[in-house]
């Protein structure tokens, strides 16, 4: 028990990997500036693996009831060659998409689905034709030791699939993240950044004002910025029209020379002079 949970662990904490790597890479910032911790990353897996893992479920189930109207039939050659075909040709199309001969004009996963899948409704079908052989061969009193090698090797390609078609979803779903949060900066918290010396912070929508009181602790003072994530005792902010390419993110170490304000709203007073 402890090894499966050590196990899902694991693995949600790769998909909470996959998907900010995705997320930060988008404003061109590396998880190592940000110091996620194991619970962040276990965090933001959860909606990378909940949906395929419910989806999957739901697949299974569908299976399983359609594998038992199946099995009452006596066709085995009518209903696995078919699925053989099938399979094939969606394995086929996801490998000649892997080679780049086939290029999909989308974000979302479909090569790693299309090998998946393909994979699994071709093994489905191999087994259907090979129910006839494995008949005989029992009323012959022999054991098929080399399909048991296949069906791991078959079991083994459909887990090495599945582990890249939720990691592929989990790297999807964290550019859909970024491109909305790029898309509704305004509603991230504002923030006021008040420091003892000139941070140099440009960026479309930014504003830096000196104070002009000498005896003031904080001698500038920034706005236009808004929050994007805090770690590792590091503020990241961006400008309040960022945009990609164009304006910088801003990295701002936590110490005692600033002082950050936040207001959640989308109008944030102004510094004073």
């Not at 090797?153 to 090495?160: E, K, N, P, Y």
């Not at 006021?192 to 003031?216: F, N, Q, W, Y």
């Not at 701002?252 to 989308?266: L, M």
């Amino acid at each position: 028990m402890a090894g499966l949970t050590g196990l899902v662990g694991a693995l949600l904490f790769y998909f909470g990997w996959a998907r900010a790597a995705s997320t930060f890479s988008y404003f061109g910032i590396e998880l190592d500036v940000l110091d996620l911790s194991f619970r962040d990353y276990v965090l933001r897996s959860v909606g990378s693996a909940y949906w395929p893992a419910a989806m999957a479920l739901v697949v299974v189930l569908f299976g399983l009831v359609v594998h038992q109207v199946l099995r009452q039939q006596q066709k085995s050659l009518v209903i696995g060659l078919p699925l053989l075909v099938l399979g094939a040709i969606a394995v086929a199309v996801g490998a000649a998409a892997v080679a780049g001969i086939v290029i999909f004009r989308t974000a979302w996963p479909v090569v790693p689905v299309l090998l998946l899948s393909g994979s699994i409704v071709a093994a489905y079908g191999g087994w259907w034709l090979s129910r006839r052989s494995d008949e005989r061969t029992a009323v012959g009193g022999g054991g098929p030791s080399a399909q048991g090698v296949v069906r791991a090797m078959v079991t083994m390609l459909i887990l090495v699939l599945g582990f890249w078609t939720v990691s592929s979803y989990a790297s999807y779903r964290g550019m859909q993240v970024a491109q909305d949060l790029a898309a509704n900066l305004q509603g991230r918290p504002a923030v006021m950044l008040l420091s003892s010396k000139d941070l140099h912070i440009t960026g479309a929508g930014t504003l830096g004002v000196e104070i002009s009181d000498d005896s003031a602790q904080y001698r500038y003072c920034y706005t236009g910025l808004r929050l994007l994530i805090r770690s590792g005792g590091r503020y990241i902010l961006a400008p309040e029209e960022w945009r990609r390419g164009r304006d910088p993110v801003i990295v701002v170490p936590d110490s005692s020379g600033v002082r950050f304000d936040f207001y959640k709203s989308r109008t944030v007073p102004r510094c004073a002079p």
